[in-house]
């Protein structure tokens, strides 16, 4: 079964760091497009960042934009999500997920596999 696997995640305070990392169980993420997205308590699940198959392409929500930053981890097969400066509203469940050759849409079904379990960010004082 292709899912995902999150992590990373954790409780930080406003201004802190946390790098999350995408690994995708059942195939490998290297020439998928990748997206990340988050999902508040009450709140629709949104996307803030895509990494596109060929890497030269890397698209920010305006919510994280300049404070996040997407990656590959090549000798890991990994995607990361490095997280600066982080506000309380950042704080959510984080997915990821992948597809080819644009970027994830899951609302439309452009979506390889399912959903994986998530990772908490929880940024508080």
């Known amino acids: 079964q292709l899912q995902y696997v999150e992590s990373g995640g954790g409780l930080v305070q406003p201004g802190g760091s946390l790098r999350l990392s995408c690994a995708a169980s059942?195939?490998?993420?290297?020439?998928?497009?990748v997206g990340w997205f988050r999902q508040a308590p009450g709140k629709e699940r949104e996307g803030i960042s895509c990494?596109?198959?060929?890497?030269?392409?890397?698209d920010y929500a305006d919510s994280v934009k300049g404070r996040f930053t997407i990656g590959r981890d090549s000798a890991n097969g990994t995607v990361y999500l490095q997280m600066n400066s982080l506000k309380p509203e950042d704080t959510a469940v984080y997915y990821c997920?992948?597809?080819?050759?644009?970027?994830?849409?899951?609302?439309?079904?452009?979506?390889?596999?399912?959903w994986g379990q998530g990772t908490q960010v929880t940024v508080s004082s």
């Open positions: 997920a992948a597809d080819f050759p644009g970027c994830p849409q899951p609302t439309k079904g452009y979506m390889i596999g399912s």
């Open positions: 059942g195939f490998t993420l290297e020439y998928y497009a």
């Open positions: 990494i596109s198959s060929s890497n030269d392409n890397r």
